[in-house]
């Protein structure tokens, strides 16, 4: 499997552990992104998505990075950002943005990408 696959995976594997934290905590999504435990590892996980975009571009795996809009990865990258630089402060009001519905946008394009059914 090639570095960039392997890249890939691991953003969809943290995506899916954001579905399960979400799932497991039994909490409606913003309510979930306010959980004093829960919201930490879905803030981590979301770190960890934007890294491996990053890494993506620092590999030159352009044919992988097609398969998501500019705007989607400057707004991970930007997303990611706030969140390690302000943690506090970070409006959980974003977070819940990126987790309803960028996240599944990625998701798909992961699925699409790799053909995971």
């Given at each position: 499997m090639s570095k960039?696959?392997?890249r890939l995976n691991?953003?969809?594997?943290?995506i899916e552990n954001i579905e399960f934290?979400?799932?497991e905590s039994d909490l409606k999504i913003t309510r979930?992104?306010?959980d004093k435990l829960v919201k930490p590892a879905i803030r981590m996980n979301i770190i960890r998505i934007a890294e491996q975009f990053t890494k993506l571009k620092d590999d030159n795996e352009f044919k992988i990075l097609e398969a998501f809009t500019s705007e989607d990865l400057k707004g991970i990258?930007?997303?990611r950002n706030y969140i390690a630089h302000d943690y506090d402060s970070t409006d959980d009001n974003i977070i819940e943005d990126v987790v309803r519905y960028n996240l599944p946008i990625f998701k798909?394009?992961?699925e699409e990408f790799l053909k995971i059914r």
């Open positions: 960039g696959i392997d691991k953003i969809y594997e943290c934290i979400m799932s979930s992104i306010e990258s930007a997303v798909k394009s992961i």
